[in-house]
């Protein structure tokens, strides 16, 4: 291999690295701690197609059912403004009385469009819940220097996403162009015939042609919204994919290094070992198998209901606890099914179960018969 090809190859292979990540190849569903993470930074999946549509087919059905007040305010204007036509042209207007029915048919306006402003408010709100939970988050308020970046400009220029919307915006183009010149090819005898009507007349004809455009353009923008919805939603489970590793390294962060924690648990168990150890000088008695099991028994009359196991082990523990119970004069009774029936269903620091009374008791009596022989 030449050096050249050496100076080509190199910096593919890094970029294939660097899209793969540092774990390998993206593979791996987003855990719930990244998908919160990124919902603290402000990223969701959401279509603004959704908004658009929504917002048409309420402004559709609106407009559907709200024609009396429409058509009443907008012939209210038309009226006011025709009648001044004579009297500009003979007598001429006061001024304070063009300024005082210019402000009325603004008020007028106003109150034909101010309720679809506020539904409009409205339903791109709900939308947006039905997509995604709001959360109050300052983070994408932060300036990122890196969108800076001429090159990272650039390379959003010609992304996937870029391409997606600009074909989703080819569409819409194309579509609403379609459609209005559908609509007015349908209805142009009629629009050549409006110096003819009235004023009401003109205003049902406009409404029936918009009402027609509007209804088909909500339809194909419900279409647009749905597939672009499934993408969104399709994209954002891609881009959060996470490689093996960062799986892995996720998982310590939160359980924390099996190594630690395995660390941990031994310098519990030796804490819990020397406490159990302790514990023997002070035993009543100690049952042994005579040489798998060994298990120490307290009772103090007026604590408990029932002897206490403080000590217990198998093998070399046991052994051991032998040894212990011989230095401080702890008596040792051989009874090999006390002894397994004690160490399997008796847990260290527990009371013996009630069906175990009689035989412990029989174990106790003899042992408080020799101390009293020897005392």
């Not at 003979?90 to 007028?108: K, S």
Request: hydrophobic share 45%; charged share 25%.
């Amino acid at each position: 291999m030449t050096d050249l090809q050496y100076k080509i190859i190199l910096p593919l292979d890094l970029q294939m690295f660097a899209k793969e990540g540092p774990g390998g190849e993206k593979t791996e569903d987003a855990t719930s701690k990244k998908l919160k993470d990124v919902r603290n930074e402000g990223n969701v999946a959401k279509s603004v197609e959704i908004v658009t549509a929504a917002t048409l087919l309420v402004l559709y059905i609106c407009l559907r059912f709200a024609i009396e007040f429409v058509g009443g305010r907008l012939i209210h204007t038309f009226d006011t403004f025709f009648s001044l036509i004579p009297r500009m042209t003979n007598d001429g207007v006061e001024i304070d009385e063009f300024n005082y029915l210019l402000i009325e048919a603004l008020l007028d306006i106003g109150l034909i469009i101010a309720p679809f402003l506020i539904l409009g408010f409205i339903i791109a709100f709900f939308s947006n819940s039905l997509q995604f939970k709001y959360q109050v988050t300052t983070k994408p308020l932060m300036p990122k220097f890196d969108k800076l970046n001429p090159i990272s400009g650039f390379k959003r220029m010609f992304s996937m996403n870029t391409l997606i919307e600009l074909l989703k915006s080819i569409i819409k183009v194309v579509a609403i162009g379609y459609i209005s010149y559908s609509v007015l090819v349908e209805h142009v005898e009629e629009l050549f015939l409006l110096y003819d009507m009235s004023i009401n007349q003109g205003l049902l004809l406009m409404y029936d042609i918009i009402l027609e455009l509007l209804m088909k353009i909500c339809i194909v923008f419900c279409v647009i919204a749905a597939a672009d919805f499934m993408y969104q939603k399709w994209k954002f489970k891609e881009d959060n994919k996470m490689t093996k590793q960062e799986v892995k390294d996720e998982f310590k962060n939160q359980e924390g290094d099996p190594k630690v924690k395995g660390q941990q648990r031994q310098r519990m168990q030796q804490a819990s070992m020397r406490r159990m150890m302790a514990a023997i000088p002070e035993a009543d008695v100690v049952i042994t198998n005579p040489t798998h099991f060994a298990v120490a028994l307290s009772y103090e009359s007026g604590r408990g209901q029932a002897p206490v196991v403080v000590a217990k082990g198998a093998d070399f523990l046991a052994g051991r606890i032998k040894e212990i119970a011989k230095e401080h004069s702890v008596e040792i009774v051989e009874n090999k099914p006390l002894a397994r029936m004690l160490y399997y269903n008796v847990e260290l620091g527990a009371e013996i179960p009630p069906e175990l009374y009689q035989a412990v008791a029989e174990v106790l009596a003899y042992v408080y018969q020799l101390r009293n022989k020897v005392s």
